[in-house]
């Protein structure tokens, strides 16, 4: 399965960058990309080292280890090694008195050992405009997605009812989810953007685990293993007849990820108000997606949906209790949290080949959380689904 970014890829994504810093930032002249999506992005690689991007003049990664490595599978064409900033200090030249980075991602360390060798005095972030040329997906990207989606949609449709028993734990559902979803190509590993973060599932649980806090963004609960480890699920949680099983989980493919959520409920239904509210999700989900057209905000589509649901509706709408996430679904493609959200303040018009994942879900008292999450290209007719198009509140058992 393993292949390298093509070359035109490459090329296309560096031109979209430079116009898009020359747009944000009009006396730019030299950027340091330090976070490893990114360089995977511009590059086709994730090593130790940085790409460096002058205004004038030709992007030179830099990489400390391994070199060998980045020039057997990147089509970049300029990789150089070396053993410290210092030598790409004297490959580069004078350094200007600003240098714009990936202020969200940088420690503080690493950014002092790099001024050692390139002694700006002002920082400024090149985060907004990256974000904003991963935010749409060319045809290459598009397709991996949609490999990750083929898998999710599977695993999670097809797979998760048989595997659920009576007497298992969380944390054997979410060994066994993960376990499958690998050997049918997932590529290991959820990425988020927030402090690199990478997890090997997402958040599942039975019951009113789901509802459990979390330091998490978004409105699902997961108990987890452990205080020291809240992944995976509780190994002492056991599924139970007339639970409510909640297994929200991303999917990768070549480093591009799918967001996906389904709820299964196990030897019984759940009660009526939990139906209804879960359905109505479903129906805020293809609300929502029939307003992924280019041309339109992420906020507009934000307050035309939440203005048209009842006042009864929006308690514990997109969590619980007092711990709402404050969006309707995120961008998402090598992070699984990225750029544009459906969310207030996100004002710049979509534009075809953006990919959301919609998760409207609420959370109900003596249930847990229901609701429903796929993901979605932007296309001129409305929201195309990637990663399946099941309902949720599969009855099993």
Same mark, same amino acid.
């Given at each position: 399965?393993?292949? #390298?970014?093509?070359?035109?890829?490459?090329?296309?994504?560096?031109?979209?960058f430079?116009s898009?810093?020359?747009?944000? *930032?009009? !006396?730019?002249?030299?950027?340091a990309?330090?976070?490893?999506? *990114?360089?995977?992005?511009?590059t086709?690689?994730?090593?130790?080292?940085?790409?460096?991007?002058?205004?004038?003049?030709?992007?030179?990664?830099?990489?400390?280890?391994?070199c060998?490595?980045?020039?057997?599978?990147?089509?970049?064409?300029?990789?150089?090694?070396?053993? !410290?900033?210092?030598?790409?200090?004297?490959? &580069?030249?004078?350094?200007?008195?600003?240098?714009?980075?990936?202020?969200?991602?940088?420690?503080?360390?690493?950014?002092?050992?790099?001024r050692?060798y390139?002694?700006?005095?002002?920082?400024?972030?090149?985060?907004?405009?990256?974000?904003?040329?991963r935010?749409? =997906? !060319?045809?290459?990207?598009?397709?991996?997605m949609?490999?990750?989606?083929?898998? @999710?949609?599977?695993?999670?449709?097809?797979?998760?009812?048989?595997m659920?028993?009576?007497?298992?734990?969380?944390a +054997?559902?979410?060994?066994?989810?993960f376990?499958? &979803?690998?050997?049918?190509? @997932?590529h290991?590993?959820?990425?988020?953007?927030?402090?690199?973060?990478?997890m090997?599932?997402?958040?599942?649980?039975?019951?009113?685990?789901?509802?459990?806090?979390?330091?998490f963004?978004?409105?699902?609960?997961?108990?987890?293993?452990?205080?020291?480890?809240?992944?995976?699920?509780?190994?002492?949680?056991?599924?139970?007849?007339?639970?409510?099983?909640?297994?929200?989980?991303?999917?990768?493919?070549?480093?591009?990820h799918?967001? =996906?959520?389904?709820?299964?409920?196990?030897?019984r239904?759940?009660?009526?108000?939990?139906? +209804?509210? @879960?359905?109505?999700c $479903?129906?805020?989900?293809?609300?929502?997606?029939?307003?992924? #057209?280019?041309?339109? &905000?992420?906020?507009?589509?934000?307050?035309?949906i939440?203005?048209?649901?009842?006042p009864a509706?929006?308690? *514990?709408?997109?969590?619980?209790?007092?711990?709402?996430?404050?969006?309707?679904? @995120?961008?998402?493609?090598?992070?699984?949290?990225?750029?544009?959200?459906?969310? #207030?303040?996100?004002?710049?018009?979509?534009?075809e080949g &953006?990919?959301?994942?919609?998760?409207?879900?609420?959370?109900?008292r003596?249930?847990?959380m $229901?609701?429903?999450?796929?993901?979605? $290209? $932007?296309?001129?007719?409305?929201?195309?689904c990637?990663?399946? =198009? *099941?309902?949720?509140?599969?009855?099993?058992?």
């Open positions: 399965m393993e292949q #390298r970014t093509p070359a035109a890829e490459l090329r296309d994504r560096m031109e979209r430079r898009r810093m020359d747009r944000d *930032n009009p !006396s730019w002249e030299f950027a990309i330090f976070g490893r999506a *990114n360089q995977f992005y511009f086709g690689t994730m090593q130790d080292g940085v790409l460096l991007v002058p205004r004038s003049g030709e992007a030179v990664l830099w990489v400390r280890r391994s060998e490595r980045a020039l057997d599978e990147s089509l970049f064409p300029d990789i150089r090694p070396m053993k !410290s900033f210092r030598d790409a200090a004297a490959g &580069m030249g004078a350094c200007p008195e600003t240098v714009h980075l990936e202020t969200e991602v940088v420690p503080l360390a690493l950014l002092e050992r790099f050692k390139f002694p700006f005095r002002e920082t400024g972030s090149l985060d907004a405009p990256a974000a904003a040329v935010a749409k =997906k !060319s045809t290459y990207e598009l397709s991996l949609e490999q990750a989606g083929k898998i @999710h949609r599977h695993v999670l449709e097809d797979v998760v009812p048989a659920l028993r009576e007497g298992m734990s969380e +054997e559902l979410g060994g066994e989810v376990a499958r &979803m690998v050997r049918e190509g @997932h290991g590993i959820a990425r988020f953007g927030r402090f690199g973060t990478e090997i599932l997402g958040q599942l649980g039975f019951g009113e685990n789901s509802l459990y806090p979390t330091c963004d978004g409105p699902g609960g997961c108990r987890g293993a452990a205080p020291g480890a809240p992944v995976l699920g509780s190994h002492d949680r056991q599924l139970r007849t007339g639970d409510l099983v909640f297994v929200d989980c991303a999917c990768g493919v070549q480093g591009y799918t967001d =996906k959520t389904v709820t299964y409920t196990f030897g239904p759940v009660p009526e108000e939990a139906a +209804e509210a @879960h359905y109505r $479903v129906e805020v989900q293809d609300e929502t997606a029939s307003l992924l #057209r280019p041309g339109v &905000m992420p906020s507009e589509i934000y307050e035309t939440l203005g048209g649901l009842e509706f929006l308690e *514990n709408f997109m969590g619980y209790g007092d711990r709402r996430a404050q969006f309707l679904g @995120h961008g998402i493609g090598l992070a699984v949290d990225e750029a544009p959200a459906i969310a #207030r303040g996100f004002d710049e018009p979509l534009e &953006m990919v959301f994942a919609l998760e409207p879900k609420k959370g109900v003596g249930v847990g $229901v609701g429903i999450e796929n993901t979605f $290209v $932007v296309t001129r007719g409305g929201g195309r990637i990663t399946g =198009k *099941n309902a949720g509140l599969v009855p099993v058992g």
